[in-house]
């Protein structure tokens, strides 16, 4: 979908909610690792120049390093090898929506709504890989909210009613986790969340909290005219909450903490518990250019943290582990998939509708974009060759490292993009 100058639509549903929409939510000012904001107030990391410059310095490795800089080099990628999977595990596991979920509560429980007579829906918009979905499950969890199953393509398409019936409330707390799952972008597929969101804002399901992908939610206010809804998003991980990020990641697993250090520099990446505790220090030039690289999504400078970690030699022995003095190496940055320059609009119809989607099978693209299903499994196993997309279950995604990319290509030919 084009990307086409914006207007400034009335909202056709939930009139009755515009007090709502003017909520302001309290949001401390300290810094907090875990902080939902407004969308608006979302601050994209900077460095963007360091950034710049350390990918011109990657793409001179692509066709040979310099002599000086491959010899200052602390670690060669000889010297080094990919962790073990339980060791990844151990320093690096998935990342815990909980803590989210509880900061998430307390926005919404202290903040001044000056509204305690009328329902309040909130959105929650996350960004890809940034647990949009598991955020508002524990949320729903913790405060006992009825979790409301999204509907399946085959009633989406049939726009079946009878839905609604099955599911309706008796105005007791609910959550829908994935509002992107509750459409499918046809001239069929907009009908029940349509009904969905007017009875939502209009206060007729009583108080929830709505999750929903950016690229949907850029997608859904485009096509509904959607706008003003009370919508909180996590703030940015710049290099800062990465530093306090990772760092707990260390400390929680096997002891004794290992130290990071960089590959190239030898200089350690994450602060010491002393510079941690005094809460005011800067983070790592490493820490910055990814921050800035990502956009502030935890998800994937996770992805990226995770693929870059290595150890030394065949070492690995429990003897090294457990030595108080064992240290990780975060290597240089792999190589960002791209798209061979003859690359035709078909790929960016396949990439575009996945994101709209956060995800789908590839029988679904095909009663959704105007190619067959030959040419669209054909583009997705390219694009999986490339590192763009990858496969879970049947279910084809946009890859995480591939992410930043795919955003960009898109952005570059005016498509559609989300907000951050």
């Given at each position: 979908?084009?990307?086409k ?24 000012a ?15 990391p900077?460095d ?18 310099a002599?000086?800089?491959a ?30 979920a ?30 949009h ?29 009878r839905w ?26 907009l ?18 909290m ?11 206010q ?12 996590l ?13 707990q ?39 910055r ?27 690995e ?26 690359t ?18 590839a ?9 067959l ?44 993009t989300?907000?951050?």
């Amino acid at each position: 979908m084009r990307q086409k100058r914006r207007n400034d639509p009335n909202l056709d549903s939930g009139n009755c909610f515009d007090s709502i929409m003017k909520q302001r939510f309290t949001v401390s000012a300290s810094r907090e690792l875990w902080e939902f904001v407004p969308l608006e107030r979302y601050v994209i990391p900077g460095d963007t120049q360091n950034w710049v410059r350390k990918k011109r310095r990657t793409l001179g490795r692509l066709f040979g390093p310099a002599r000086t800089e491959a010899q200052s080099r602390v670690r060669t990628e000889k010297e080094l090898r990919a962790l073990p999977a339980i060791r990844l595990e151990h320093w690096v596991p998935p990342i815990d929506w909980a803590p989210a979920a509880r900061a998430l509560d307390r926005v919404i429980r202290h903040g001044d709504t000056g509204l305690r007579a009328v329902p309040a829906v909130c959105f929650l918009i996350g960004q890809p890989y940034c647990g949009h979905t598991e955020i508002v499950e524990h949320w729903a969890a913790g405060r006992n909210a009825v979790v409301i199953p999204a509907p399946s393509p085959d009633i989406i398409l049939a726009r079946d009613d009878r839905w609604f019936e099955k599911h309706r409330l008796d105005r007791e707390p609910w959550a829908v986790p994935a509002l992107e799952r509750w459409f499918l972008r046809h001239a069929d597929g907009l009908a029940v969340v349509r009904r969905f969101l007017d009875q939502a804002l209009s206060g007729a399901w009583g108080e929830g909290m709505i999750g929903c992908d950016s690229w949907a939610w850029t997608y859904l206010q485009r096509v509904l005219a959607i706008s003003g809804p009370p919508a909180l998003t996590l703030q940015a991980f710049d290099g800062y909450r990465l530093a306090r990020y990772f760092f707990q990641l260390t400390r929680g697993s096997v002891q004794p903490r290992p130290r990071v250090c960089s590959a190239t520099t030898g200089r350690s990446i994450l602060p010491d518990e002393e510079t941690l505790a005094e809460d005011d220090f800067e983070a790592s030039i490493e820490l910055r250019q990814l921050a800035a690289h990502c956009r502030g999504n935890l998800g994937t400078a996770w992805k990226y943290w995770r693929t870059r970690l290595r150890t030394e030699g065949d070492a690995e022995t429990s003897d090294e582990v457990a030595s108080n003095d064992y240290v990780l190496w975060l290597a240089d940055d792999p190589t960002e998939p791209v798209l061979p320059a003859e690359t035709g609009e078909e790929v960016l119809f396949v990439l575009h509708a996945l994101l709209v989607h956060n995800g789908l099978p590839a029988e679904r693209l095909s009663e959704l974009l105007p190619m067959l299903r030959s040419q669209i499994v054909s583009n997705l196993l390219q694009l999986e060759s490339l590192g763009l997309v990858e496969s879970c279950d049947g279910c084809w995604r946009v890859a995480a490292l591939g992410y930043a990319a795919v955003r960009d290509l898109l952005a570059e030919h005016q498509y559609l993009t989300d907000s951050f």
